[in-house]
């Protein structure tokens, strides 16, 4: 009798394990795989982007917010760009929030860590998926002149708001875009790496450039507006050359037929006075 009661302890203990295995399954965090982060069905997670470590002030900025749309939803009234002034962005854009700033006359410190943009996200279904970024420009002034900041790093924090608090990672590597097409589509004068550091980094398997199909390098000048420039003036000189040819062709056809009328009526004149004399 006792044996059959423990059996029936047993089974019934199994019984309940295995459903509370289940529930805790059920409502367990960490459906979604985000930048290696776990964040819950239906749960909100920030995003900051930070910037440090420049070597001058940023004078101005383009950059480019991307998320897959089919697992996050953006809460676009939580866009901040805190500190920055005169900031343009189009938060009504499905799975990218383009940004830019300027502010020539009073440049922003970056030397330290600061944040450039954040954004709160829903999410929406589980799987895996990530929040990336790509910088077009970031340049600072030197000698009254626009330039590339060439030092730089990027990090960015991911803080999940779930029903049993908060969760935060700090200090990570953003992802950077990885989309060829729009790597083309969006490249300027800053050159990306995969690390999110500038050149000052040496070694490391990670810092790694990831850049689009033209670098235009402002602090040497406008590459491509010299070729222009070079192109404008061939194609002038090949001009003038051809219309002075050209000039030289009709003269010489004037002139050179001026002279034979002339050559003409005088050998018509000798003719006259030769016949003349002979007779």
């Known amino acids: 009798m006792m ?28 459906v979604l795989a985000l930048d290696g982060v776990s964040v819950g069905y239906m749960d909100t997670v920030t995003y900051t982007l930070y910037l440090s470590d420049c070597e001058k002030p940023v004078s101005d900025m383009v950059a480019n917010l991307f998320y897959d749309s089919e697992y996050l939803e953006l809460d676009k009234d939580s866009v901040d760009f805190h500190d920055l002034v005169g900031v343009a962005r189009n938060v009504d854009l499905d799975g990218s929030i383009p940004f830019s700033f300027s502010t020539i006359s009073s440049p922003v410190d970056f030397s330290k860590k600061t944040p450039v943009i954040s954004a709160d996200f829903k999410v929406k279904k589980e799987g895996t998926t990530s929040i990336q970024y790509f910088v077009t420009d970031l340049d ?5 002149d626009t330039v590339t900041i060439k030092e730089y790093t990027f990090t960015c924090d991911y803080v999940a708001h779930g029903t049993d608090g908060d969760e935060a990672t ?10 060829q097409d729009k790597i083309d589509e969006y490249q300027g004068g800053f050159v990306n790496y995969a690390d999110g550091q500038g050149k000052q980094v040496k070694s490391g398997g990670n810092h790694v450039a990831v ?32 219309l002075v040819v050209i000039i030289l062709v009709i003269l ?18 000798e003719d006259e006075k030769s016949e003349n004399g002979q007779e």
């Open 211 to 242: 850049t689009g199909a033209e670098i235009i390098d402002v602090s040497k000048g406008d590459a491509t507006g010299s070729d222009n420039n070079t192109t404008i003036m061939i194609t002038v000189a090949v001009i003038v050359i051809v």
């Open 140 to 144: 600072c002034i030197d000698d009254n």
């Open 3 to 30: 044996k059959k009661g423990f059996k029936i302890f047993v089974s019934l203990t199994a019984v309940l394990l295995i459903i509370s295995i289940s529930v805790f399954s059920c409502f367990a965090k960490g």
């Open 170 to 179: 700090e200090n990570a590597v953003p992802v950077l875009l990885d989309n």
């Open 252 to 269: 010489r056809k004037t002139f050179g037929s001026a002279d034979s009328s002339e050559n003409k009526e005088t050998e018509e004149k």
